[in-house]
């Protein structure tokens, strides 16, 4: 039976990459000075006026999908006679996996006949979008969606996630480092290199001096975790938050190390729901490897 690969708008790929692999979404909200928009990856508001705004000083807020949204947005497949399978965004950074369980324990009383499973991704931003991704292969391949659904839970957590700022600001004023770090940080050019453990938290790994040696080191994380380590032959997506450059030097160095992969480095947006926390001057890198376990 054909059923719907689908994922909420944090997963940060292109609408049009979106489209182009079949995968639904549905978008987080977001509040820039008072106003409310969509996540619609860049639609309502392009992504270099988002950060521009942000460096600027505007107020961001998000919001999460929530009960009555999933409920409209899972039935409008399930009415159709559509199995669904959704991977929401990490349970580590948001509560939205709970909204979309009870959405779902509801659409299971009211549509028997049909199939739905809810899975936490445990990823955020294009690592999240990789993941999507891959379910698309297996579904292409003829995955059921049974099949599917036992595949991803398998799977997602050898999805690594390494992130590194230039830009303390916003990681302060989200509460993920203290002031007083931040200030020292800035004073000597600290670029913190985060990950994401096995709960799906973003985690700070290492104080590193200077842009050039975090971009070294980054790359450095992904050799000594990716599969097959230099010899890696999957794909690799990059998001960054208006600092374009930087991604280019890390996917640069990449794909000098990394050789056998499968095409050149993807570098999409961190989108506006992630964005409003990071803010500008975040680099993230996301490859297949070992299974994360702290």
Known sequence: MPYVLSCC??????????????????????FLNGKEYADDLGQSIPFPEFYKKLADGADTKTSQVNISEY??????????????LHVTLSTGISGTYNSAMDAMRICRERYPERKIYVVDSLGASSGYGLLMDALADKRDEGL?????????????????????????????KG???????????????????????DLGRLIPRSKIRGKARVIREIVERMAEHAEGGEDY????????????????????????RFPKMKGKVEINYVGTTIGSHTGPGTVALFFWGDKRVR
Request: with cysteine; hydrophobic share 45%.
């Open 233 to 256: 032959a999957g794909k690799v997506y990059i998001s960054q938050s208006a600092c374009l450059p930087d991604a280019r030097a890390v996917a640069d160095l990449v794909e000098a």
């Open 71 to 84: 409920l409209d947005y899972f039935e409008q497949f399930l009415s159709k006679g559509l199995d669904v």
């Open 175 to 197: 509460g993920r480092i203290s002031k007083a770090a931040g200030v020292f940080g800035g004073m000597l050019n600290i670029c913190p290199l985060l990950n994401m453990d």
């Open 9 to 30: 708008s944090t997963a940060d790929l292109s609408k049009e990459h979106f489209e182009a692999r079949d995968i639904h979404y549905v978008c987080f909200h977001y």
């Open 144 to 172: 059921g969606i049974d099949a599917l659904y036992d595949w991803v839970e398998e799977h997602k957590l050898n999805l690594h996630h390494w992130f590194f700022s230039t830009d303390l600001s916003f990681y302060v």
